[in-house]
C-alpha cells in the first residue's frame, strides 16, 4: 500500500500570506497526484490533478508542484475563502489520502 | 454538469449490511474514461477510499476492507452501489461518491450520514 503523509497538520496564516503545504508518497507515484479542498459539511473539491494541472475554475493562486514521492501545494496570496482542511490523493495505485492540513486564521 | 447523488439507510444496525446507491444526473456513467469511487469520512477525520468500479464491471478496493466490500454498477440506471457487510460503530462515517480519472473528474456527491447503530 502507498502511504501518503502531509505536512504540517494545521497552519495558522493571516489574509494575503503564502501558503506551502507538502505531501510525501511512501513510494513513486509518478506525477499521479491530486489535491483537494474541503470545508465543514460539504464535499471536498478538487484543485489540481496530475501533481500541476489546475482544474478548471479554480483560481491561479492555487499551484501544484512535483513529482515521485515529495510534492507541493501553493496558495500564493491566502484569501478569506481559503480557510479550510486541504487534502493529498494519490492515484498511481488505487486511492489513498493524507491526512489533511487545517489552515486556519493567524 | 454531471451530479452525484447518494442514497440509502441512514442507520443500520450492527453485524448487518450496509447498502448505498449513487445516482449520475447530467450525463452517461458509460461515457468517458472515467471510474466511480466509494470514499467515507469519519466526523472529525480524514478521508478513506473504499473502492471502485469501471462500468466494465471490474472492481478495486481497499484492502482494508475488501474482505466486506462489494461495489456493483447499473448502467441502465445510471448508478453504481457499495455494499459493506458485518458494521461496526466504526463504520459510521459521510459515505461519498465521486467519479476518477487521470486527467481530473472533480464530481462528487454531497454526502450522506451512515450510523451504526441498534
Known amino acids: 500500500d502507498i502511504q501518503m503523509t502531509q505536512s504540517p497538520s494545521t497552519l495558522s496564516a493571516s489574509v494575503g500570506d503564502r501558503v506551502t503545504i507538502t505531501c510525501r508518497a511512501s513510494q513513486s507515484i509518478s506525477s499521479w497526484l491530486a489535491w483537494y479542498q474541503q470545508k465543514p459539511g460539504k464535499a471536498p473539491k478538487l484543485l489540481i490533478y496530475?501533481?500541476?494541472s489546475l482544474e478548471s475554475g479554480v483560481p491561479s493562486r492555487f499551484s501544484g508542484s512535483g513529482s515521485g514521492t515529495e510534492f507541493t501545494l501553493t496558495i500564493s496570496s491566502l484569501q478569506p475563502d481559503d480557510f479550510a482542511t486541504y487534502y493529498c490523493?494519490?492515484?498511481?495505485?488505487?486511492?489513498?489520502f493524507g491526512q489533511g492540513t487545517k489552515v486556519e486564521i493567524k | 454538469q454531471v451530479q452525484l447523488q447518494e442514497s440509502g439507510p441512514g442507520l443500520v444496525k450492527p453485524s448487518q449490511t450496509l447498502s448505498l446507491t449513487c445516482t449520475v444526473s447530467?450525463?452517461?456513467?458509460?461515457?468517458?474514461?472515467?471510474?466511480w469511487s466509494w470514499i467515507r469520512q469519519p466526523a472529525g477525520k480524514g478521508l478513506e477510499w473504499i473502492g471502485r468500479i469501471y462500468t466494465s464491471g471490474s472492481t478495486n478496493y481497499n484492502p482494508s476492507l475488501k474482505s466486506r466490500v462489494t461495489i456493483s454498477v447499473d448502467t441502465s440506471k445510471n448508478q453504481f452501489s457499495l455494499k459493506l457487510s458485518s458494521v461496526t460503530a466504526a463504520d459510521t462515517a459521510v459515505y461519498y461518491c465521486?467519479?476518477?480519472?487521470?486527467?481530473?473528474?472533480?464530481?462528487w456527491g454531497q454526502g450522506t450520514l451512515v450510523t451504526v447503530s441498534s
Open positions: 490523493q494519490q492515484y498511481n495505485s488505487l486511492w489513498t
Open positions: 496530475k501533481a500541476s
Open positions: 447530467g450525463g452517461s456513467i458509460s461515457s468517458g474514461s472515467y471510474y
Open positions: 465521486a467519479c476518477g480519472y487521470s486527467y481530473g473528474c472533480g464530481y
